[in-house]
């Protein structure tokens, strides 16, 4: 019996982000596609070479993507909306980044924003990661056809450089289950997709792939009869289309699913034992012996080293009796690439941590005992031992006085005073403002300019002082720009912050950063996840001093801006040593405190982000009331301590948020902006079964895209709106913060924004009199 290692996917964007790099390099125009391409083909070969040398036996191809795998699924199947004004045989890199990120259509390339632009697709979170992937679009009458040869390509370039790969493919029903139908049910569409399907691994064993990673996802969430029909139609069809098919399930345990998966005409699978340890058994139960086992026991998710000895003795019984593979847990991708890259890191810390890199090395040593005995990786096990204990007895991990404040706590602490309806009088005689009032979310955008203070600062290169007379510059233009372009509730802009979870973590207790320990978001975007290690507590005020400056420099009213408990949570990599609830909770606190600060000191309108709260919710229902318990009940602590007459807002990103609308409701803010552009409103759905009682900015101006929308676009979202939540409910305001966007984008969006907003008004007061 042999035990070998496999990857099911590597970061694309490069040890020192390559990737983001070249491509924002070609949209801005100062690089052509060829130094795209070459980037890309360099950053291949590089992740191959890396991951073979590391110990992977099994290397997969297909995994890279210039911007997001399911955006490559729609391309390779020619799943291309009728906007883009696609029809040729293979899909453009135009086509392709005008679905990720839209663009003027043919007849406006001013970027005024008109309504026949080529808006992007939908984005949101894939399964309960932080990650984005661009929804599918489907119709009635889909035709599919291949229209990228990208995994074929791939394929043959990897073999050329001497890597035979296993090519990484999105399954058709998760695919399916994962797409928004336009007057089709997407599952309807499978017979077509599978004709596709078929032809797509045909080919690829044409040109010579053994094995296909067909990754099936969606086996680990609540299916019902007709999903269930569906996947065995699928692969009933696709097992006798060419290579072996290693069907790849990640994010949780079958479940339930177990006898359909175990029934599915496949030659390998892959569990998540990380999510799921108590799944390998009954597994091994009903797995027909042919059938290859991949075992996902290193963490994908997460940073923390492994304990190999403990692996080791769980493993050694099964790997005498059949072959293993042994693998990260699900792709690679949602870790940083090389901890080797943290000079700085805090050497105790760092030793308990593992990134892509070293999680191939653990798998490699823990394949090596299983082969040839545990003797054969005594360096690594013993380093192994020695992180554990370490962790284990480390003082810098618990504060009593953090156990001992939780304990105290009461439901008076996660309640407001009186309810929204009594509170929301106050508020208005407060604040004054008109109907459908505008804001934004937070942050403006951090030029080249802001960016280039920061690093000097960092450095050393610029003092204290003279760093922060330059944000105070900035600031107080930002301020001043708003009252003049007429916005009802101001901002300071954020200048300050490098990322909205790591500038909170920075100044808690028991959180640890990295230099270089990026994680893709979406396209692009990339992201620096702080470690929480230890009990998390607030030295001292974090926000107040800078809220006070913006609001000395206007009349108006200057939203002070919090990440909420949940986010900073769902957006770190967390300690896995207590239940997350107790995180939250430290979380939660620390941020009352900062709350209560910011009502001393005069703020009217607190945000509270909990941007990330709808991607942390379990993926079985079965689990779901639980976490939304201690999630709202973390919420509401942060926000209870305030009087009536302040004003609490929060804001969450792309979502679905029909499951989840009773439980925004229980969090009780009075103001919750949401991002709905892209949707085109239907998120707001949600709203058409449960009355929200509180207000709503449902998101006009998609941030995500270089798109300049029009105020007639806008103000056809805000009727659209309309029809699902009362107009004195509206606020007007960007789908999320603009922090990425460039400021010739966000001042003519703005402006054409604030107008919407009054000609909103006009029109209200016009209907009112009729």
Known sequence: MTVSVATLGFPRIGLRRELKFALESYWAGKSSRADLDNAAAGLRLAHWARQKALGADILPSNDFSLYDHVLDTSALIGAIPARYGWDGDRVDIDTYFAMARGAPGDGDRTGCGHAHDRTAQEMTKWFDTNYHYMVPELTAGQRFRIASTKIFDEFEEAKALGYATRPVLLGPVSYLMLAKGKAVEPLALLPALLDIYGEILARLAKAGAEWVQIDEPCLVLDLTSEQRNAFERAYARLATSGPKLMLTTYFGGLGDNLGLVAGLPVHGLHLDLVRAPEQLEPVLEKLRPHVLLSLGVIDGRNIWRANLPALYWRLKEHAAKRDLILAPSCSLLHVPADLALETGLDPEIAQWLAFAAQKIEELAALAMALNEGEDASFSAFSASRIAAVARQTSTRIHNPDVAARLATLGESDTSRASPFAERRKLQQRRLRLPAYPTTTIGSFPQTAEVRKARA???????????????????????????????????????FERNDMVQYFGEQLSGFAFTRAGWVQSYGSRCVRPPILYGDVSRPAPMTVDWWRYAQDQTDKPVKAMLTGPVTILNWSFVRDDQPRAVSCRQIALAIRDEVQDLEAAGAAIIQIDEAALREGLPLRRSEWQAYLDWAVESFRLTSSGVRDDAQIHTHMCYSEFNDIIRAIGAMDADVISIETARSQMELLDAFASYSYPNEVGPGVYDIHSPRIPATDEMMQLLSLAGKHVPAEQIWVNPDCGLKTRKWEEVRPALVAMVAAAHAMRVKGAYDARR
């Open 456 to 494: 000097a600062h960092r450095r050393g290169e610029m003092d204290d002082a003279a760093y922060a007379q330059y944000l105070r510059v900035e600031t107080r233009a930002a301020v001043k720009w708003q009252e003049e372009i007429g916005l009802d509730v101001l901002v300071h802009g954020e």
